[in-house]
């Protein structure tokens, strides 16, 4: 049995079946480009940039440094790592193994 999203209904599978339909970077910065507005794309970038960092163990202060995010910001993402999904856990970690994770600004200062 899978997991059963709140969110679950036909639109919302429409669309999650046109994004995993997505084949290069270019095409997934024009399709979200017409979806959503420069504000939300920035503000998706953020959360999973600081998600990536929670998961690093990065301080609050350190990730505020690094992605501009508010202390309440990191607090939510935190949240949502312990008692979220596993959405944020199971993509970062596959990124991670697959080797397309850029290094952090954090870690390189290290």
């Known amino acids: 049995m899978g997991y059963e999203s709140k969110l679950k209904n036909q639109e919302a599978d429409d669309l999650f079946d046109a994004i995993m339909s997505i084949s290069s970077r270019e095409e997934c910065y024009k399709f979200f480009e ?27 202060s350190e990730i505020e440094e690094a992605t501009g995010a508010s202390t309440a910001t990191i607090s939510r993402i935190n949240r949502t790592l312990q008692y979220g999904a596993d959405g944020y856990t199971s993509v970062i970690g596959r990124m991670k193994e697959a080797g397309k994770e850029r290094v952090q600004e954090t870690e390189a200062a290290e």
């Open 34 to 60: 017409d979806l959503c507005t420069v504000k939300e794309i920035k503000a998706m970038a953020q959360r999973y940039g600081v998600a990536k960092l929670l998961l690093d163990k990065k301080t609050y």
